[in-house]
């Protein structure tokens, strides 16, 4: 299987303000490679830096040093160095990210956000909108919400929309962070169903699951961030 997927060398330290400046560094020489078709779980304890490797992975933190090389169109484009419209074309064919909340826009009903993918990519409106019902109703949203905003749902609900609004997309690169976290067990069924039926696809997924048996069900690697690079202390 062709890799989609190349860190090398990543390192995250972040500068505490309110501590005179001082230097936490969160993650060391991270090196990690990830396949199409594999499930690499990202797994370490809370605080050890999970979310700043998969927020780095899709360029929201810019890392300290290091390379995140990532397959898109043909080529490599290090998403740490590329120019910001470059990553933000990376990030709209190749990188799929179901971050932990939802951003809700006020005033976009449930349909527009979930097809709003689509429809940015120049799928017909009700071509989208047809998918999006589609995923809706396999993600158990009730058709009565579909048409208000989802800002007063409830954390699951909302989960799931988020959920919906990425997988609509068959990005070749999914980067989930707990995405079943406040989910009930079948829903929690069907986005594990989603997530290996993408994997048996082709796509790359990078995820963090705390739940153990949510891990067995889809890692086909676990990648621990190694025990050495434990939260320190770094001299400013
Ligand atoms: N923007 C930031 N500024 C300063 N410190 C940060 C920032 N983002 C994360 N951190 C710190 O980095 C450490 C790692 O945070 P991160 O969210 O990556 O942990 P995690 O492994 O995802 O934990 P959890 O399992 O609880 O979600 C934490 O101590 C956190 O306080
Ligand atoms: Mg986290």
Known sequence: MSRRIEVNGLSKDFTLHL???????????????????????????????????????????????????????????????????????????????????????????????????????????????????????RLRIPKRLWHIPPATFSGGEQQRVNIARTMICDYPILLLDEPTASLDEANRGTVIDMINAARERGVAVVGIFHDEAVRQALATRIFSIPAAQAVSLVAA
């Open 19 to 137: 501590q005179g400046g001082q230097q936490m560094s969160i993650l060391s020489g991270i090196d990690m490679q990830v396949d199409a078709g594999e499930c690499v779980v990202i797994h370490a304890p809370s605080g050890a830096g999970k979310s700043t490797l998969l927020r780095s992975l899709y360029a929201n933190y810019r890392a300290s040093s290091g390379q995140v090389n990532i397959w898109h169109d043909g080529a490599w484009v290090d998403v740490q160095s590329a120019p910001a419209r470059q990553v933000l074309t990376v990030r709209h064919h190749t990188l799929g990210f179901v971050t932990q909340f939802l951003r809700v826009i006020p005033r976009i009903s449930t349909l527009d956000l979930v097809a709003e993918p689509l429809i940015n990519r120049g799928v017909e409106k009700q071509v989208a909108h047809e998918q999006a019902e589609e995923l809706l109703s």
